[in-house]
T-cell receptor, first 115, second 111 residues
């Protein structure tokens, strides 16, 4: 069964460093998302991406964040200068085009720890 | 802004008992609602999706109902098993792209 994959599973970085989180969505999906979950808190929406552009973003997704689909398979989230409060589990999700059944499928997540 | 609330926050039942998990949302103009399962430190596994035009969706021992006008959904898990122990999340998609999540109900099924 097709699935969303994410790498790395765990990333440790120093405050102020840049990180890139990688995702491979399900191959025929066209909508891509990043969410995050700070320990003990709700899953929060960050950004959605369709047709090679951001379709929606939350107030969390400020200038420190960017997304890219560098090729036909990968979808990345970059954090330019990490802060302690960026420590969280980051989930990538994707969904297909058919409106009749538009379930979002989530990857296993990348745990980001900022020291 | 869509707010999603899940009650109770935690639930402990003996094996074999039926589970009832509640989800409420403030804006009834939704596109669909998804129920997820999350094991500790793991990702989100989609369990059921209910379109706004549907009242109910079933998969095996799971049954989810949706009352859009009152802003409520209920997930029923029949004949619970210890393997059902997890956190169950409700997420609502409004007429934009994102999902808005509840905080979850953590279920413990005692053997």
């Amino acid at each position: 069964e097709p699935e969303v994959t994410q790498t790395p599973s765990h990333q440790v970085t120093q405050m102020g460093q840049e990180v890139i989180l990688r995702c491979v969505p399900i191959s025929n999906h066209l909508y891509f998302y990043w969410y995050r979950q700070i320990l003990g808190q709700k899953v929060e929406f960050l950004v959605s991406f369709y047709n090679n552009e951001i379709s929606e973003k939350s107030e969390i997704f400020d200038d420190q964040f960017s997304v890219e689909r560098p090729d036909g398979s990968n979808f990345t989230l970059k954090i330019r200068s990490t802060k302690l409060e960026d420590s969280a589990m980051y989930f990538c999700a994707s969904r297909g085009l058919a409106e009749s059944y538009n379930e979002q499928f989530f990857g296993p997540g990348t745990r980001l720890t900022v020291l | 802004k869509q707010e999603v609330t899940q009650i109770p926050a935690a639930l402990s039942v003996p094996e074999g008992e039926n589970l009832v998990l509640n989800c409420s949302f403030t804006d009834s103009a939704i596109y669909n609602l998804q129920w997820f399962r999350q094991d500790p430190g793991k990702g989100l596994t989609s369990l059921l999706l209910i379109q706004s035009s549907q009242r109910e969706q079933t998969s095996g021992r799971l049954n989810a109902s949706l009352d859009k006008s009152s802003g409520r959904s209920t997930l029923y898990i029949a004949a619970s098993q210890p393997g059902d122990s997890a956190t169950y999340l409700c997420a609502v998609r409004s007429w934009v792209y994102k999902l808005s999540f509840g905080a979850g109900t953590t279920v413990t099924v005692r053997a």
